[in-house]
């Protein structure tokens, strides 16, 4: 597609309950980031893939946070037992080789209650 | 203390006036610079991109950066009331992946 497409874009979630995060990201670009920006703060780094590669995960702030990208584009964020401080907006951004900045996408924001 | 820091504003100034953004940070590794902006509810839309030190001009953008000071700057001339949006400096090193955001500078333009 044109640009970065997460869904959906909200999500309400009770506490305890997993949820997926979807992120198809600009067609043919091999890097694919994760970013998770609270509320009137700048996003930060969760995860990096290069195609399927996971190579760089240290933003990942629990072991309740999983992220696949099992074919090289859709990525998906996993969310297991949720949290109130999960809630927040998490964005997915790509990135061609040889290109500086990201793409983002729009985000998806999630509200666990 | 943040690796990247912003005033996160808010800022306030009528159509017309010229703005300037500003971040500094810590990480002398830090070689590549970007400006983005964030209408509310979307996702970061890159501005400016730079590497090391000096002056870019995009239009009525200008990005400055000053490595011996640690210090980035965005002006904004002839603002307008679309410029109204969240402007977000970010920054990463030679061979790195990850940037390191500010927290925003939150900007409206008043007709």
């Known amino acids: 597609g044109a640009g970065v497409s997460q869904s959906p874009r909200y999500k309400v979630a009770k506490r305890g309950q997993d949820v997926a995060l979807r992120c198809d990201p600009i067609?043919?670009?091999?890097?694919l980031f994760w970013y998770q920006q609270a509320l009137g703060q700048g996003p930060e780094f969760l995860t990096y893939?290069?195609?399927?590669?996971?190579?760089?995960k240290s933003g990942l702030p629990s072991d309740r946070f999983f992220a696949e990208r099992p074919e090289g584009s859709v990525s998906t964020l996993k969310i297991q037992r949720t949290q109130q401080e999960d809630s927040a907006v998490y964005l997915c951004?790509?990135?061609?080789?040889?290109?500086?900045?990201?793409?983002f996408g729009s985000g998806t924001r999630l509200t666990v209650v | 203390q943040k690796e990247v820091e912003q005033d996160p504003g808010p800022l306030s100034v009528p159509e017309g006036a010229i703005v300037s953004l500003n971040c500094t940070y810590s990480?002398?590794?830090?070689?590549?610079f970007m400006w983005y902006r964030q209408y509310s509810r979307k996702g970061p839309e890159l501005l400016m991109y730079?590497?090391?030190?000096g002056n870019k001009e995009d239009g009525r953008f200008t990005a400055q950066v000053d490595k011996s000071s640690k210090y980035i700057s965005l002006f904004i001339r002839d603002s307008q009331p679309s410029d109204s949006a969240t402007y977000l400096c970010?920054?990463?090193?030679?061979?790195?992946?990850?940037?390191?955001f500010g927290t925003g500078t939150s900007l409206t333009v008043i007709p």
């Open positions: 730079t590497y090391s030190s």
């Open positions: 893939f290069q195609n399927e590669a996971q190579l760089d």
């Open positions: 951004a790509s990135r061609n080789r040889g290109l500086n900045g990201y793409t």
């Open positions: 990480n002398s590794a830090f070689q590549y």
């Open positions: 067609s043919g670009h091999v890097s």
């Open positions: 970010a920054m990463s090193a030679r061979g790195g992946n990850q940037f390191y």
